[in-house]
């Protein structure tokens, strides 16, 4: 499969990328748990069909150390024994977050307070950006049509 359009050749999706990529920076030396995060970026990307960011995630998590299993397991993370209680609310809400249009509230009261019982204000803010980041990826990848199966560990890591 060959992409759509080069981000590194477009004036302006460099621009708006750069801005993306910085925003994203932000978020991983946060107090919420590498782990977590990987977790999220991973399931938000599988529910979106980013095969570029599903490449990406599962060798970066792997290169930090995640167990391969979990990953193998987030698609299916209710049915899964390997999350720990946070993890399971932090893909709650990530898979409410990234799925927006199929609940017409959008995010529940009860995903929300499942999530806020693990994770405080600080922690529960950097979950709400790295959901809309890696869907705003997601959305680039996708309608560009970004290949998967050639990250290399490191190229873009965020």
Not at 48 to 53: D, I, L
Not at 55 to 73: I, N, Q, S, W, Y
Request: one cysteine or more; a negative charge; charged letters at 20%.
């Amino acid at each position: 499969m060959e992409p759509r359009l080069n981000f590194f050749a477009s004036p302006v999706m460099g621009k708006v990328f750069k801005h993306v990529v910085a925003a994203s920076q932000a978020i991983a030396p946060s107090i919420l748990p590498y782990a977590t995060q990987e977790l999220v970026r991973l399931r938000a990307s599988q529910i979106n069909g980013c095969g570029a960011c599903v490449d990406m995630h599962v060798k970066e998590a792997v290169h930090a150390g995640e167990d391969p299993v979990r990953l193998a397991l987030v698609a299916a993370w209710r049915e899964a024994t390997v999350f720990t209680d946070a993890e399971r609310a932090a893909l709650e809400l990530a898979e409410e977050g990234t799925r927006l249009a199929d609940a017409a509230g959008g995010v529940s009261d009860e995903v929300w307070e499942n999530a806020a019982k693990h994770y405080d204000e600080e922690q529960l803010a950097a979950l709400v950006c790295l959901i809309a980041l890696i869907n705003a990826f997601n959305r680039a990848n996708v309608m560009t049509r970004q290949p998967a199966g050639g990250y290399e560990v490191g190229r873009h890591h965020l």
